[in-house]
């Protein structure tokens, strides 16, 4: 059973080493974090520092060498592969840099295959994948599949996807990384409001100062540890990364 009052994600002394030869590379170094219910935090720091590490180890993608992750108040770390599943189709949304859809489906399609997989002959599947679609822009897009919309389109659908399931906590790896800058602050505005009007924990990470700044609180990692930023509007990129990271 989830426990509605203990944090949606929290990590517990979570450590992950890998091997390059005889090097041993030591990413995540004694890792503590707690999302809150509702809460949108900003993961920020220079490449191979480690995010996309510690979101697949949030995401029960991959399994820490020690420590523990609690989903829900759940623990999930020791859980069987099929039971790991399980947490990741009922409690997690996931979005990533590249969109990964199906290119044979339609953007309704893609939106109602998650559901298809974990409520199977759910009769509201169609409306709440009309429902998403439509709060992200895209109610006239519904039949296009992906080859017929644009970089920004295909990152809505993905959105979408990833809310399918009614998920408690998502998790995004640089969602709008690969999309020009108006595209960018047009999806992640779309993003941001549908998370916080379906009430959802979110671990964003992103590149782009702005984008963090107008998350809840900025976190980064540094010697393997997460680190609260305080962090000011940012005047620009230059000058945001100049003082997160000296």
Not at 36 to 42: L, P, S
Not at 139 to 145: F, I, N, S, Y
């Amino acid at each position: 059973m989830n426990d509605t009052k203990a944090p949606a994600l929290m990590l517990r002394g979570v450590k992950k080493q890998f091997r390059q030869g005889k090097t041993v590379l030591e990413v995540l170094n004694g890792s503590e974090l707690a999302i809150e219910n509702g809460e949108i935090v900003a993961l920020i720091g220079p490449s191979g520092s480690g995010k996309s590490t510690l979101l697949q180890i949030a995401g029960l993608l991959e399994r820490p060498d020690e420590g523990e992750v609690l989903i829900c108040g759940r623990s999930c770390s020791d859980l069987s592969d099929r039971k790991r599943t399980r947490c990741r189709r009922e409690l997690l949304g996931f979005v990533y840099q590249n969109h990964h859809l199906l290119p044979e489906f339609t953007a309704l399609e893609n939106v109602l295959i998650p559901q298809m997989i974990g409520r199977k002959h759910d009769p509201k599947a169609v409306d709440r994948a009309l429902w998403l679609l439509g709060r992200m822009g895209l109610d006239k897009r519904v039949a296009h599949r992906p080859s017929e919309l644009s970089g920004g389109e295909q990152q809505r659908v993905a959105v979408a996807r990833a809310l399918a399931n009614l998920p408690r906590i998502l998790l995004a790896d640089e969602p709008t990384g690969n999309l020009d800058p108006v595209t960018s602050h047009a999806v992640f505005d779309e993003l941001l409001r549908l998370v916080r009007d379906t009430g959802l924990s979110a671990l964003i990470c992103t590149h782009n100062p702005e984008l963090a700044y107008r998350m809840d609180r900025q976190i980064t990692l540094k010697d393997g540890k997460l680190v609260q930023l305080k962090m000011e509007q940012p005047r620009n990129s230059r000058d945001f990364i100049s003082e997160a990271f000296r």
